[in-house]
């Protein structure tokens, strides 16, 4: 199976940034993506920000454009989502998952789409 491990959490103020970073064993297919999804208190799991591993393309959340950025370090097997801006709203466990049924750009933020997960990281912002 795929393993993820996502890391880079913490506490920070409104307007900090953090970086998260989600490691993920190799895949069997060249053609793959990794999502990253959080869930805050209460509250659904909602997409966040994907990215395809055939040619690099980004799919973001209309909360988090502008402000968040995905991206990826082949050499380390590492997908990378830099958090700027951040505001109190973006408080979540923020998960990371994969799957390697790519389809159209536009379902690549429906949780459904991605078959493993690894364990979530809390980011906390406070006001």
């Known amino acids: 199976d795929v393993q993820l491990q996502a890391s880079g959490g913490g506490s920070v103020q409104t307007g900090g940034s953090l970086r998260l970073s989600c490691a993920v064993s190799r895949f069997t297919s060249e053609d793959y993506a990794i999502g990253w999804f959080r869930q805050a208190p209460g509250k659904e799991r909602e997409a966040v920000s994907c990215?395809?591993?055939?040619?690099?393309?980004?799919y973001y959340a209309d909360s988090v454009k502008g402000r968040f950025t995905i991206s990826s370090d082949n050499a380390k097997n590492t997908v990378y989502l830099q958090m700027n801006s951040l505001k109190p709203e973006d408080t979540a466990v923020y998960y990371c998952?994969?799957?390697?049924?790519?389809?159209?750009?536009?379902?690549?933020?429906?949780?459904?789409?991605?078959?493993?997960w690894g364990h979530g990281t809390l980011v906390t912002v406070s006001s």
């Open positions: 990215i395809l591993s055939s040619d690099g393309s980004t």
């Open positions: 998952a994969a799957t390697e049924r790519v389809v159209a750009g536009i379902f690549m933020l429906l949780e459904g789409v991605y078959d493993y």
